[in-house]
């Protein structure tokens, strides 16, 4: 467990360091490009990550587990990922780039579009590193490596805006800094952390994108979702109103972000609970959906009760338009820290196809409910659409990993819990959004009573989960010193 802790603590860290960042970045490049550039900017930047999950994603999650399960064969595992990362970022840059050219655009947003592949490519660059020093629980030096990448992030789009380069130069700022970080990282854990050999092993390649693609499959179905309300607002009610969903929803979206990392961390331990201990499993998801939920919910009721001076702070007025928006769209954080972790649970199960065509539901849900939504209600309804897509998905994984773990009482609870949320969204929505302390003391105040009264997470949770996440004797744990086996090979 301390292992645990200490690995969500970096990468908590990290990722708070990326959401600073990414609330930075938007307040640099809102102000500066204005509303119709910056609808631009989010449309681009949402088509360019929206395919890095089926690369980066399920990439990352296979490389931690390979290097759990055999630390020894790591150097050539590692020289076959990076050399498949190539072929698969050449291919990538080159039909993007042939996209581009077969559109009919105009030459800043050619360039911008180019822009957009560089970003796309630098993610999946910088993923590599990421992973394996997640694998290796070295998790300081990704921390490290995020607070780097956003101070450098934040300096050169200051310079873009400085030289005025438009759309194209604030996100080729964002690529740049990420192949920066990641060529220095990759250059340093080669020397001191894992050192490589570099095949071209297409029989290696099969086995690994055998594995890898489901999982880069519900990535890349996941981010739909989450960008699917961007391009609809996009066409069907200008990128004006694409700009005001993009600025709330990114800055709701930071939960997610935290939760995969949660998830990440907690992989390992749970892939061997799947496989030997399902009894540990059933209590480690109960008490992680219990505190996880509480506290998202929590989150979700600050967020819409300081919506106003939050994004009058980030973005300014001109993003006034905003302020509704995420009040509404606030509600997704309720589900973003479970999500995750119902998602890694059911990989750890074995049900990861299940689990991907659980987000292709999701998926048509949204664009059905958006398609539907968006005509009558424009910005409200992306949110409405938003909020229904993530409650059907958590309804989906929960349902299926139910039905595999039986976890008593977990219909009761989420009948408190609803209770307490609805509560809370009632005063904070009273409060109005020009009250926000108001709303915040009121709206978390009642939560807390009624969180306690209904005892949503029963005393005793927190030990019962270290207990179950604790390893045994007889576990049988591949354990790795590469740094070590480094200096051993330098003597």
């Known amino acids: 467990m301390p292992g645990i802790r200490r690995n969500i603590v970096f990468l908590g860290l990290s990722q708070g360091v990326g959401i600073a960042s990414e609330l930075v970045m938007v307040a640099l490049t809102a102000r500066y490009l204005g509303l119709e550039r910056f609808g ?45 990362r190539w072929c698969l970022g050449l291919a990538a840059g080159l039909v993007s780039v042939l996209v581009v050219n077969l559109l009919p655009l105009e030459p800043s947003l050619e360039a911008a579009s180019y822009s957009a592949v560089l970003l796309l490519l630098s993610n999946l660059w910088i993923s590599v590193p990421r992973a394996i020093l997640i694998a ?16 450098l992030s934040i300096f050169l789009t200051v310079v873009a805006i400085r030289l005025d380069t438009g759309v194209a130069g604030t996100l080729a700022a964002l690529a740049v800094s990420s192949f920066l970080v990641a060529g ?51 066409a069907l009610d200008g990128a004006a109103a694409a700009a005001l969903f993009s600025v709330a929803y990114r800055v709701a979206l930071q939960a997610t972000d935290v939760s995969r990392l ?16 399902r009894e540990d499993l059933r209590t480690v998801v109960e008490c992680l959906l219990r505190i996880l939920l509480a506290v998202s919910m929590a989150a979700a009721g600050l967020a819409a009760a300081c919506a106003a001076p939050l994004l009058m702070f980030v973005v300014g007025p001109k993003f006034e338009g905003s302020i509704v928006a995420l009040r509404l769209v606030s509600v997704v954080c309720v589900t973003a820290l479970p999500d995750a972790v119902l998602f890694f649970v059911l990989v750890a199960l074995g049900r990861e196809r299940i689990a991907v065509l659980c987000l292709a539901a999701t998926v048509l849900w949204n664009i059905i409910a958006d ?50 949320g609805l509560a809370m969204a009632a005063a904070v929505w009273m409060a109005g959004p020009n009250r926000p302390a108001l709303g915040a003391v009121t709206g978390l105040g009642v939560f807390a009573v009624l969180f306690f009264a209904l005892r949503l997470v029963p005393r005793g949770s927190i ?29």
Not at 396 to 404: E, I, N, R, T
Not at 463 to 480: E, G, H, I
Request: positive net charge; contains cysteine.
């Open 262 to 277: 949660i998830a990440t961390a907690l992989l390992p331990r749970v892939s061997l609970l799947a496989k030997t201990r």
């Open 136 to 151: 290796y629980e070295r998790n300081e030096y990704n921390l490290l490596m995020g607070g780097v990448t956003a101070l």
């Open 371 to 420: 398609s539907l939504l968006i005509p009558p209600l424009g910005v409200r309804g992306a949110c409405f659409g938003t909020i229904s897509a993530e409650w059907v998905y958590f309804a989906l994984a929960l349902f299926l990993v139910q039905k595999d773990l039986r976890i008593p009482s977990l219909w009761q609870f989420f009948g408190k819990l609803l209770l307490a």
């Open 184 to 234: 220095v990282a990759q250059l340093l854990m080669w020397r001191y952390l894992v050192r490589p050999r570099l095949t071209v092993d297409l029989g290696r390649w099969r086995e690994i994108m055998k594995s890898v693609l489901p999982l880069g499959v519900g990535g890349v179905l996941r981010r739909s979702y989450t960008r699917v309300d961007v391009w609809l607002l996009a």
């Open 40 to 84: 631009q900017q989010s449309v681009l930047r949402s088509m360019a990550l929206f395919a890095l999950p089926l690369f980066a994603g399920g990439l990352n999650i296979h490389i931690v587990r390979a290097i759990a399960r055999d630390p020894e064969g790591v150097p050539a595992y590692l020289g076959s990922v990076l050399t498949l």
């Open 463 to 491: 030990r019962r989960l270290r207990q179950a996440l604790a390893l045994r004797a007889d576990d049988a744990v591949p354990q790795a010193d590469p740094l070590a086996a480094a200096t051993s090979e330098d003597a």
